[in-house]
């Protein structure tokens, strides 16, 4: 891990303008990474801390993303047609923090589904029957996550998936 973090370093230096950077590689072994390299997952999609800042998300979107500070809560946006079937999963490790998730009405705040269990992820299925959801009306909905604890912080990745109902048959 040590060549990886100098390698990062190095790379570091040289993008923050830095005349030059010496390290040492050694490619005798195997090259071990610890940390995904991309955005900062308690950075993206924020400020969208409450209902009136949350965040559209679109069906097909999967997105790192994080639960930080300890007592975050992160609301995004989605919008459905008539008699779409929706699904949201909220993906993460439960070890390292539990999360749940709810669909909110987002003209009230009213809370329309929650899942709530003591593993990994949280899922939302309209309709659906665990945890209830009956069908969407056609509109703007919210999704919040949040830790259980107010001391939770986790990352964590959201995914959407809406998929149109079929056409209704007028002849029968």
Known sequence: MARAAAA???A???AAGSAGCSAILDFDGPLEIDAEIGPDPCAVLEPND???TALAIAPGEDRGLGICPAGDHD???ITVAARDQVVIEARFVHATGNLDLRLRSIADGK???ESVSTDDNERIDC???APACSQLAP???AIEVYGVD???TNTYRISLSVTPAPPIDAGM
């Open 12 to 14: 570091a230096v040289a």
């Open 8 to 10: 990062v370093f190095c």
């Open 50 to 52: 409450s209902l009136e």
């Open 139 to 141: 509109g703007d909905w």
């Open 150 to 152: 107010p001391a939770v």
């Open 75 to 77: 609301f995004y946006k």
């Open 127 to 129: 309709p659906g029957p």
């Open 111 to 113: 809370i329309i589904a």
